[in-house]
């Protein structure tokens, strides 16, 4: 059974820094395709950034592109998501996500694997 434990949010303000992490254990972290998604109340689960097996590949949302930056290290079975110049529609309940295979990677139903979600708050 695959666990993944976000960690790292919190409260912010407009225009800082926040880097969340993601634990896995229970599989090989290398042989999933990990993602960050994030919802808030009332709105569809969104993507956020999505990252290959080996750490070549990403693809990022276009609210977010040039100011997150997603990563992994796999010897650590870990994934990473650096926030910065963070804005209030940043506020929202970020999760980690994996999954063997997918196809576009902005479905929550492609990946079989979730934490338990981390809340980011950016105050103004």
């Known amino acids: 059974q695959v666990q993944l434990v976000e960690s790292g949010g919190g409260l912010v303000q407009v225009g800082d820094s926040l880097r969340l992490s993601c634990a896995a254990s229970g599989r090989t972290l290398s042989d999933l395709v990990m993602a960050w998604f994030r919802q808030t109340p009332g709105k569809d689960r969104e993507l956020v950034a999505w990252?290959?097996?080996?750490?070549?590949?990403?693809t990022y949302a276009d609210s977010v592109t040039d100011r997150f930056t997603v990563s992994r290290d796999n010897a650590k079975n870990t994934v990473y998501l650096q926030m910065s110049s963070l804005k209030p529609d940043d506020t929202a309940v970020y999760y980690c996500?994996?999954?063997?295979?997918?196809?576009?990677?902005?479905?929550?139903?492609?990946?079989?694997?979730w934490g338990q979600g981390t809340q980011v708050t950016v105050s103004s």
């Open positions: 990252i290959s097996r080996d750490g070549r590949g990403t």
């Open positions: 996500a994996g999954g063997p295979f997918i196809v576009a990677g902005r479905a929550p139903n492609e990946y079989a694997y």
